[in-house]
């Protein structure tokens, strides 16, 4: 069956054919390929045509796919029991080697971390936590930053700075949404003055520890240190979602990346998901003690999951992070920058307006002469140039994200081989971003 035979017939029983909207290719066009297998940094159609894979399941294929130990591990696991419903040994061990690895210059500012099995479940009780500690409801958050699909998250600005927000979604109810203040990232001004108009209400302020959901975009330098600084200063909290950062831009997150410099910050509740569960879904809530410990059983705040800590899962996580050492994290920065540098060059030879925008390992492109710093300079960009490049690609064989406004991600099994096949795609990319043609407005 073609993909374009096969997405018709997944139409007729799954909501536009996908389990997640951007896997429609929607923002490409197009038919998505159907993926049958995977293997370091391959994946296979249902034809067995093989493309260099950077999408890496959205982060959380850090190794490659189906590294040998993890499948291992998680074929042991699955050999004892797949689901118990009680504690296991296996869960203390990933929440020790969490809290552990989380530190630099001696801080570590996680002392408990809560299993759940999604980063949306992850963020939607992070919220709950600072809303039961500061007996406050109003959130802050940043336009164009994603933690993930709960109704009080999915709130989009409204008219002016500061204002409240409207419903993101269908379905979201209007008096929801409003405990939500949006405001624009890396705008320490709009952080002050939301905190002004809503004193004694602001419960916290959540934020992408460096944010990867409208493409890169990473915070100026002190921005994380500051909003922990301000929301203390009103008796809120900080909530820094890596749920996409974390473990992928290093053994520590964004937070061990930014602490290992000079801009050390205290986040109350940090969140994780994509690669603390090694391709297998599971998320976790980490942080202070006297937060976390509001959680039942031992406080009000309520949270649950039937297959919280799943023992298939926590083996996945445990092995994937076990095996994500130093030499790990400097092969996926140097194949990032190789594959920065190579695209940024094709691109540059045609003439095309771009700036490479990175986080760590996280990079994206943006289409435009200067470097965006918030979601209306990402908008602003010329994301038409992005689907005749991703389809040029995607016929040569590579499989990049199939919208502008999301990362690339790499792997530390992206060799000189899978490398040198996205080097050579790049050039007949790059005419088709160059070739591309602007939509009648
Ligand atoms: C992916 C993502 C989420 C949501 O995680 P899911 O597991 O898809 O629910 C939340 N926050 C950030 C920053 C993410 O990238």
Redesign the pocket.
Known sequence: MTDGALFARAKQSIPGGVN?PVRAFRSVGGDPVFIASARGPFVYDTDGTEYVDLVCS??PMILGHAHPEVVDAVQTAASRGLSFGAPTLAEVELAELVRDRVSADGARPLERIRLV???????MTAIRLARGYTGRDVIIKFAG?????SDGLLAEAGSGLATLAIPGSAGVPADVAAHTLVIPYNDLDAVEAAFAAHAGRIAAVIV??A???MGVVPPTPGFNAALSRIAHEHGALLIV?????GFRVGPAGWWGYENAGALAYQPDIV?Y??VIGGGM?L?AIAGRADVLDLLAPLGPVYQAGTLSGNPVAVAAGLTTLRLADADVYRRVDSAAQRVAQAASRALAAEGVAHVVQNAGSLFSIVFADEAATDYDAVRAQESWRYPPFFHSMLDQGVSLPPSVFEAWFLSASHDDDAIGRIEAALPAAARAAAAAVAPVA
Do not use: R
């Open positions: 997640s959205w982060g099995s999604t980063g949306t479940e992850a963020t930053h994603y933690h993930g699909h992408e520890a944010s990867a959901n979602d890596e749920v996409l950062t969140t998901g994509k879904p998320a």
